[in-house]
């Protein structure tokens, strides 16, 4: 999926900016701040002083149309407007520069390493990635402290815990253990199950007993997070592979997420559509299925271009809005601070295949909650992650 990135400026500070697109490619009208939808912005008043005010920018609030506009600064919460009248302790300017929600990764691997420059996780900080959901694929994680990051509980970490290695169903009592395990992550605010039946020891999991598990983790609060069984033809087949993980979800009554769905080799070229039909079936059923595509062109399909706009929702109001992440993803009056601003004609990413350290560029100023991780395109060291937690419902836990 490549990102195309036009030229979204008008220097007035009396005009917004509406992006539309014709064949693909993103084309820009100028309208007048006094068009701006109110109701985008919230109502409630900005504090005469402010922590940091970023001004003069083109503002993405993750959904609508952008303007030209201010974003203003206290403790963790922000103000958003077309102008803002306030004396600040500091001052970024941003006049050619984008101000968007900073970017959600819902799917990411265990940190090998717990040393507190690794934990800063630069390469997510610095292109502005500012929340990381952890253990996905089924294991457990360190967690991060430069983002803000929510875990799932791993499939993989309670197998293996309960039973090891071995390719064997668990007994009635291992399988107890298994769901005391779920049960006590989900106390500890775990996002949900995230099931990974592709690799062993996971893949040996039946589907009843990952419906036990899964049906733990709903009764939490949580959902089923999972990376499907195959994407190919190496072992179940990719349809059926996505039909058991709608089926997990329908029988133990939690969201399915589906995660980096992808058409992957010849064999099962052309199922896209068909993919997309089980999960639009299963939601006409009432089931909440959600899927993800990743953007890199390796192990992957179905590249197109997105337009700025595009990029933007998906990476912060619509992962937010899907997660049910509560005042974040999106740039509104008492949302949380968790901003980036970044220069479209030079955001990039750095990372080859022979440099994956490599830190992204374009990207200015990076703000989690409240505090600059990221100033004048340098990471200032700052660590002010937090766990974001689900809450599970009243009298599940004690």
């Not at 701006?36 to 940091?52: Q, W």
């Not at 106390?187 to 949900?192: K, V």
């Not at 005042?327 to 970044?342: E, K, N, Q, W």
Request: charged share 20%.
């Amino acid at each position: 999926m490549k990102l195309r990135f036009p030229s979204f400026f008008d220097r007035h500070r009396t005009r917004g900016v509406e992006a539309g697109r014709s064949g693909g490619v993103a084309r820009t009208r100028t309208l007048t701040a006094t068009l701006l939808p109110i109701m985008l912005l919230g109502t409630a008043p900005v504090p005469e002083r402010v922590d940091l005010l970023i001004r003069g920018g083109t503002v993405f609030t993750g959904n609508g149309d952008p303007f030209v506009g201010d974003v203003a600064v206290v403790g963790d919460r922000i103000y958003v407007g077309p102008h803002a009248i306030v004396t600040a302790a500091r001052t970024v300017e941003t006049r050619t520069m984008i101000a968007s929600p900073g970017f959600i990764d819902p799917h990411t691997h265990r940190l090998e390493s717990g040393s507190a420059r690794i934990r800063l996780v630069l390469p997510f900080l610095v292109p502005g990635v500012t929340t990381a959901f952890t253990a996905n694929d089924g294991r457990a994680t360190v967690r991060p402290v430069g983002t803000n990051y929510t875990s799932y509980v791993g499939l993989g970490s309670v197998r293996e815990q309960v039973i090891g290695t071995s390719d064997r169903a668990p007994t009635p009592a291992e399988l107890d253990c298994e769901r005391a395990l779920v049960a006590a992550a989900m106390c500890a605010n775990a996002m949900g199950l995230t099931p990974e039946l592709f690799y062993a020891p996971r893949s040996f999991a039946e589907t009843s007993k990952v419906v036990t598990l899964a049906r733990e983790a709903g009764s939490g609060g949580g959902i089923d997070d999972s990376h499907i069984g195959d994407n190919a033809s190496y072992t179940v087949e990719l349809k059926a592979a996505v039909a058991e993980a709608i089926a997990v979800g329908q029988q133990a009554s939690l969201p399915v997420h589906l995660s980096h769905v992808r058409a992957l080799g010849r064999d099962v070229q052309g199922s896209a559509p068909a993919i997309i039909a089980m999960v639009e079936a299963a939601r006409a059923r009432g089931q909440t299925v959600t899927p993800d595509h990743y953007p890199w062109s390796v192990s992957s399909n179905a590249q197109r271009v997105l337009s700025l706009a595009e990029f933007i929702h998906r990476s912060t109001a619509l992962t937010a809005d899907t997660f049910a992440l509560t005042r974040r993803g999106h740039l509104r009056t008492d949302a949380f601070a968790v901003d980036v601003m970044f220069d479209p004609a030079r955001y990039a990413p750095a990372a080859t295949y022979q440099g994956p350290e490599r830190l992204a560029r374009g990207v200015n100023t990076v703000v989690v909650n409240g505090r600059l991780a990221v100033a004048n395109g340098r990471a200032t060291g700052i660590a002010a992650g937090r766990a974001l937690r689900q809450v599970p419902p009243a009298g599940r836990c004690r």
